[in-house]
T-cell receptor
């Protein structure tokens, strides 16, 4: 149980284009999902917290107009990197909280590697 | 704000031996959760073990156990009978018990890279 998927796992795009990353909870309902960014050999940096049906809460320093988050259902959240630039190249990870069981535990997706050329 | 410190950037252990990874944290709260996550080369974050602060008993999951010292704000992870598959980055994380005002987010340490030698 508590499986989270992400799609795509790998994406290369041209500078100036937009990229959408999907995060799905496969076997549970996730009222809250989280989006992280991880640079090589570093820890995870929380970008935003996403609650189903409401606006995401962004961490300080994260541009909400650049990183659009939508949590339209209890099993799906999306992160759209708009007008991507090479400095947006990173590893993006989502996690979801299973409210029915151990509600304080976050389960992570496998991550998405984004390379902006 | 809460902080999590992992003072060992790298550790190594011989296969079948035991290793302990350190984690300390700083908080003014009395009720919270602590976690150890493992991130192998695939970069998939895997939950290893969780501990509720109000429980005095140390959590165990098979070969993984913790030494939770609430007064000292210490939460170390012991891996017994280390296996090659245990090689990974290990992250210690803190979460407030409260769900108000964004307090449900995880606060991560910087991680410890564990190498298992055959």
């Amino acid at each position: 149980g508590a499986v989270v998927s992400q799609h795509p796992s790998w994406v290369i795009c041209k500078s100036g284009t937009s990229v959408k990353i999907e995060c799905r909870s496969l076997d549970f309902q996730a009222t809250t999902m989280f989006w992280y960014r991880q640079f090589p050999k570093q820890s995870l940096m929380l970008m935003a917290t996403s609650n189903e049906g409401s606006k995401a809460t962004y961490e300080q320093g994260v541009e909400k107009d650049k990183f659009l988050i939508n949590h339209a259902s209890l099993t799906l959240s999306t992160l759209t990197v708009t007008s991507a630039h090479p400095e947006d190249s990173s590893f993006y990870i989502c996690s979801a909280r299973d409210g029915a069981v151990y509600q304080e535990t976050q389960y992570f997706g496998p991550g998405t590697r984004l390379l902006v050329l | 704000a809460q902080t999590v410190t992992q003072s060992q950037p790298e550790m190594s252990v011989q296969e079948a031996e035991t290793v302990t990874l350190s984690c300390t944290y700083d908080t003014s709260e009395s009720d919270y959760y602590l976690f150890w996550y493992k991130q192998p080369p695939s970069r998939q974050m895997i939950l290893v073990i969780r501990q509720e602060a109000y429980k005095q008993q140390n959590a165990t999951e098979n070969r993984f156990s913790v030494n939770f010292q609430k007064a000292a704000k210490s939460f170390s992870l012991k891996i017994s009978d280390s296996q090659l598959g245990d090689a990974a980055m290990y992250f210690c994380a803190y979460r407030s018990h409260s769900t108000q005002g964004g307090s449900e987010k995880l606060v991560f340490g910087k991680g410890t890279k564990l190498t298992v030698n055959p």
